[in-house]
């Protein structure tokens, strides 16, 4: 049977007094494409920074691998293989797109800093390996051209692939992509569908997706869970979803449903 | 291999310079030695507070505190050994400097761990804050001197002090440039950069934050300690908060983040005025005078070159040879309208009444440098350009070799 990689359960965030995310419950087994979605303001970004670290839940537990990581500070959740892009593009943009992507791979090191600052050969050797590494990640995200690009001076479509590489590099067991293909064309969406499918089947991740554009999660998750005003109103594959009288009411409203 | 080349090259020259320097100043102009000594420290001042404030992005301006701290700390332990001597007079150098950036280090982590919560000019302010407070509690112990300063009984000689300074603006340029080179410095600037993104990719924003401060505190102390070794008196005047801001001034005007930038910006701010301060009369060998009509003909002349610099680097692409031309000229064009204006202002009776003394105006030509500048180079002498071997090679004709991953 698959395992739970990620459950939620009745996770609820509560800013004065607006309920911003309220009462969430879904599991994420091992190997999943799953989507979140929900008209704007849903609550969907908030629930990815509950379970990144960025808030702390009001109630209800997140647990990751059956260990409860709702409220660690995020740079422990994403030592724990939990790692993540961002809606707004967040980029280090002062540095290259190789060094944007070491960032990530930087998780993993092991030699102290100490010897970093003596600039002795381990240090080196360690930051070498780093570079290399972060270069077939770019490779596997068709960057490597821009390797040496300001990550600042990369267009945009290209940033949003950088950010996917970057969060890869940490090695996550799971990667939370937020609205990865917003701003992208139709060609450059039906790409990414398949690099997140590949990101899935060669990278061993369990992949949870905010997105819009429904034909792009529809296509590409096999699992999606709907959020309205931090609320939960449906849960299942995508075909159930597009049926349901509930979300499309959310979407268009009461009329049509 | 080729690494440990480049290094071995890069360390040579640095002892070749100090040789060079030391050589120098004890043949033509022995005076000089403080000059050189301060220059190292502010060498190494500007280059720490650029690991804070360019690289890791912590907007300081206390970092006439950390020096102070080194300072006085240092000052009073040699004190109360001198009796003794316990130790020969560079070994006692060096063993201050470690003690006066222990000490220095210890006031970064106090400064730095409440300061993990501020960002930008709130974290500036608790900075300025602190470098007062520790300035004010110097001045009101009668133990340290107070207001009325400190002797500091000095165990090594100019010559000495000259040496463990450099070693010490080396071993700091050493340090920051190694922490660049290696995958171990990318988290202090994605830190400056976005701190949200590099939380979430596993950085320790914290303790990145902690480590830059208690890093450039130690230096900043380790000069403090120096400065009290070769001037053998400290006093609470000598750090105050405008100190804070000429080394903040020559981590902007270098470049932020570049440790080249911030090497070349300290010795150029803190060599002006000193240069100026020197300046005689050829023939009467009294300070230098200039008349009025030519210290405003110049003014206009700066002012309107200035404006045409920035006109040509709008306009004028291309090749090096144009640039070159047009920016040559736009220089010769500047000195045409200096001495022409000096003619016509010469004209006028008032005006070349006037006598102004370049030691006077000093800090006039200070200011007016910055100004231009960072009109010209708002991003900095370097920008965020570093100095290399492979750079000086590529300036020299050689094409520099593609660079490698």
Same mark, same amino acid.
């Given at each position: ?257 | ?5 480049? &290094? #071995?090259?890069? +360390? =040579?020259?640095? @002892? ?8 120098? !100043?004890? $043949? ?5 030695? &403080? #000059?050189?000594? +301060? =220059?190292?420290? @502010? ?8 690991? !804070?404030? $360019? ?351």
């Amino acid at each position: 049977m698959s395992q739970t990689v990620l459950a939620l359960q009745d996770a609820t965030i509560q800013f004065g007094g607006l309920v911003a995310v309220n009462k969430v419950t879904f599991d994420l087994n091992k190997g999943d494409l799953f989507g979140l979605i929900g008209p704007n303001g849903a609550g969907k970004t908030t629930c990815f920074n509950l379970i990144t670290g960025v808030y702390k839940p009001t109630h209800g537990s997140i647990k990751f691998h059956g260990q409860e990581i709702g409220g660690l500070p995020p740079a422990k959740i994403a030592t724990r293989g939990i790692c993540r892009t961002f809606q707004n593009i967040r980029l280090f943009s002062s540095l290259s797109a190789l060094e944007n992507v070491v960032v990530g791979a930087f998780l993993r090191h092991r030699t102290p800093l100490w010897t970093a600052l003596a600039c002795l050969p381990p240090a080196l050797r360690e930051t070498k390996a780093l570079r290399e590494e972060s270069m077939r990640l770019l490779e596997v995200m068709d960057l490597a051209d821009e390797a040496h690009t300001r990550s600042s001076d990369l267009p945009y479509g290209k940033q949003r692939r950088l950010e996917i590489a970057r969060a890869m590099a940490t090695r996550p067991e799971l990667i939370l992509l937020d609205e990865p293909a917003a701003g992208m064309n139709p060609l450059e969406k039906e790409d990414l569908q398949s690099t997140v499918k590949k990101i899935r089947d060669n990278f061993d991740m369990t992949v949870l997706l905010i997105e819009h554009d429904m034909r792009f999660v529809m296509g590409l998750c096999e699992r999606i869970v709907v959020l309205d005003h931090g609320e939960e109103i449906a849960h299942g594959p995508p075909d159930a979803i597009r049926n349901d009288p509930k979300v499309i009411e959310a979407y268009l409203g009461e009329a049509h449903s | 291999m080729k690494f440990w080349v480049v &290094r #071995l090259v890069s +360390l =040579a020259v640095a @002892f070749g310079f100090a040789f060079g320097a030391d050589a120098w !100043i004890a $043949g033509s102009m022995p005076s000089a030695y &403080r #000059l050189a000594v +301060l =220059a190292g420290l @502010f060498v190494t001042l500007a280059v720490s507070l650029n690991l !804070i404030n $360019g690289i890791t992005g912590q907007f300081s301006i206390g970092h006439a505190a950390f020096y102070m701290v080194g300072a006085y700390t240092t000052g009073f332990v040699s004190n109360q050994f001198y009796a003794q001597q316990p130790l020969g007079q560079p070994m006692w150098l060096i063993a201050m400097a470690l003690l006066g950036a222990a000490a220095s280090a210890v006031a970064g982590l106090v400064v730095g761990l409440p300061s993990l919560r501020l960002r930008g000019d709130y974290l500036a302010i608790v900075t300025l804050g602190f470098g007062e407070i520790l300035r004010i509690v110097t001045q009101n112990i009668s133990q340290i001197g107070g207001s009325y300063g400190m002797n500091v009984k000095p165990f090594g000689g100019p010559v000495q002090t000259l040496w463990v300074v450099l070693l010490l603006a080396f071993l700091c340029v050493s340090i920051c440039r190694n922490l660049l080179k290696t995958a171990h410095g990318l988290p202090f600037v994605a830190v400056r950069d976005d701190e949200v993104a590099s939380s979430a990719m596993g950085v320790r924003v914290s303790s990145v934050k902690v480590t830059a401060f208690v890093i450039g505190s130690a230096f900043a102390g380790a000069a403090g300690a120096m400065l009290a070794h070769a001037e053998t008196f400290i006093s609470p005047d000598m750090f105050r908060m405008d100190v804070s801001f000429i080394i903040l001034t020559m981590v902007v005007l270098g470049g932020t983040g570049s440790i080249t930038g911030s090497v070349v910006a300290a010795v150029v701010l803190f060599g002006i005025p000193e240069y100026l301060r020197t300046l005689q009369d050829p023939i009467t060998k009294l300070p230098l005078a200039v008349p009025g009509q030519a210290l405003l003909g110049s003014l206009v002349a700066v002012g309107l070159t200035v404006w045409g610099l920035r006109e040509v680097s709008r306009r004028v692409h291309g090749n090096v040879q144009n640039r070159a031309v047009a920016y040559g000229g736009t220089l010769l064009g500047g000195a045409v309208v200096a001495w022409l204006f000096s003619v016509v202002f010469g004209l006028i009776p008032q005006i070349a009444a006037l006598k102004f003394d370049v030691n006077m105006l000093r800090m006039v030509i200070f200011a007016l440098t910055l100004i231009v500048l960072m009109l010209l180079r708002p991003q900095g002498i370097f920008g965020h350009h570093e100095f290399s071997w492979r750079w000086l090679g590529g300036l020299l004709g050689r094409r520099p070799r593609e660079a490698t991953a």
